[in-house]
């Protein structure tokens, strides 16, 4: 079995703002893979996914809460989700589609045709 997503290490970035890269879950089906990534606090809005050449970046922007009262204790900070996948040509890049729910991301990655199990039919 050959691996179709290959996990590139996020950069840093200059601003004091926390890097976190999200735990991830990728899986194969019969027509696609999909990849779930936990990205909690993160929204529609606060999300972004590009692909540049055969790289898929997820970013999410996670902002800190105003709170009404007196803060005694803060341990969820501000703080950007990103991870960076390399796709292999056997996923159709033009069909992937996304869903954010509850701060769960799920990627759809459709097979392209050419690696999708076929039947081949026998004249005789």
Known sequence: MTTTLKHNMPEQT???????????????????????????????????????????????????ETTPGQVLLKEQRQADYRRVFEIDPAINSAGISAHINQGLLTLTLPKSEQVKPRKIAVNG
């Not at 809005?45 to 800190?64: A, C, P």
């Open 14 to 64: 200059a601003s004091r703002m926390e890097s976190v890269l999200p735990p991830v879950n990728i899986w194969e089906e019969k027509e696609a893979y999909v990849l779930e990534a936990d990205m909690p606090g993160v929204s529609k809005d606060s999300l972004e996914i590009t692909i540049e050449g055969s790289e898929l970046t997820l970013v999410g922007h996670r902002r800190s």
